[in-house]
């Protein structure tokens, strides 16, 4: 007869062992401690990365008092600022805006007197306060002059070379496409190119700026798309 051992039931004794279990303290699972990101000084640090060793505090030096009497205690500037809360005040009675938003008032024409209902409108904080500086930065762009040489019989005329002048005449029908003839990318296409996108409905006179003789092109409106 077989001899019966007594041999004690395995812990997991449905399948293999389970990597990380059992007495052997090598196969254990450790879990991962998160380490903390310290950030950096208040508005100096950058998320997701450990703050600057070599990180130098500078003080500045402002007199806060001098600023506020040489601008903000100024007549001109306290009614300013009296008319944005007015305005602010304005835009919570409409339910456009309430305490803590984060949101600002804005004056579409930049004149904060000027509290028009149709003048306000409720925006954010970074487009209050980069708008007006981006205005004054578009104001000083200088428009381009799309005003033609001149007029014959109440419609534009624009000066070309010869050579220009050659294509319209020789490749065109009556009321021909100026843009298959011109050189939009010169300045003078361009300032015909802009004229008649200001001006759609209007036909186009092109003149050789040696000869003087005309061509009539078509209108933009009727262009093929």
């Excluded at 007594?6 to 879990?31: M, Q």
């Excluded at 990101?37 to 990365?49: F, N, P, Q, S």
């Excluded at 304005?90 to 309430?98: E, Y």
């Excluded at 007197?113 to 762009?141: A, M």
Aim: with cysteine; net charge positive; proline share 5%.
């Amino acid at each position: 007869m077989k001899k019966i051992h007594n041999e004690d039931a395995p812990t997991n004794a449905t399948g293999s062992a389970v990597v990380g279990t059992g007495d052997d303290k090598t196969t254990w699972k450790r879990k991962k401690k998160k380490s903390k990101i310290v950030k950096r000084l208040k508005a100096t640090y950058e998320v997701g990365r450990k703050p600057d060793k070599n990180l130098v505090i500078k003080k500045e030096d402002r007199n806060y008092r001098k600023e506020y009497d040489n601008y903000h205690a100024q007549p001109e500037q306290r009614e300013k600022n009296a008319a944005r809360l007015r305005a602010r005040r304005l835009m919570v009675k409409k339910g456009k805006a309430k305490k803590n938003d984060k949101l600002d008032v804005h004056h579409k024409d930049n004149n904060p007197l000027n509290n028009d209902p149709k003048n306000l409108s409720v925006v954010t904080q970074k487009y209050n306060r980069t708008e007006p500086r981006l205005r004054e930065e578009g104001e000083q762009t200088p428009m381009p002059d799309f005003t033609p040489d001149s007029t014959f019989a109440s419609m534009p005329v624009f000066k070309v070379n010869q050579d220009d002048f050659s294509r319209c005449q020789d490749g065109k029908k009556k009321h021909a496409h100026w843009n298959k003839h011109i050189d939009t990318e010169s300045d003078y296409g361009k300032k015909i190119h802009g004229y008649a996108k200001k001006n759609p409905k209007q036909s186009i006179i092109v003149q050789d700026d040696k000869t003087g003789h005309m061509v009539y092109l078509k209108k933009y409106s009727q262009l093929e798309k």
